[in-house]
Nanobody, 124 residues
């Protein structure tokens, strides 16, 4: 499974960005997909995840109400819409996949694949 994230950049606080992840693999529709981030000096954090069908989503408390995860199984893509961005959202964001059997969506240790990250910088 190969994952390629894109869409990062620099935005002012209060602004928005949309990240996209393109995945390889003919069984993408069976993967739980997620986004995690890592900021300098901080632990990695799963910020959002979505089940294979899109019917179940997970959000970290720090992003609830501001971030929205979505997927398109026909296109093998998963997106992260980020609104009301804050300086503390500054991090490298990675797309990640969990193949069956599935683990807990919020536990990064249970994900199986991740790709190169994309930098998100939020200025105050």
């Amino acid at each position: 499974v190969q994952l390629q994230a894109s869409g990062g950049g620099t935005v002012q606080a209060g602004g928005s960005l949309r990240l996209s992840c393109a995945a390889s693999g003919q069984t993408f529709s069976t993967y739980t997909m997620g986004w995690f981030r890592q900021a300098p000096g901080k632990e990695r954090e799963v910020v959002a995840a979505i089940s294979w069908s899109g019917g179940i989503t997970y959000y970290a408390d720090s992003v609830k109400g501001r971030f929205t995860i979505s997927r398109d199984n026909a296109k093998n893509t998963v997106d992260l819409e980020m609104n009301s961005l804050k300086p503390e959202d500054t991090a490298v964001y990675y797309c990640t996949a969990d193949l069956p059997p599935y683990g807990s969506m919020g536990d990064l240790n249970l994900y199986d694949y991740w790709g190169q990250g994309t930098q998100v910088t939020v200025s105050s």
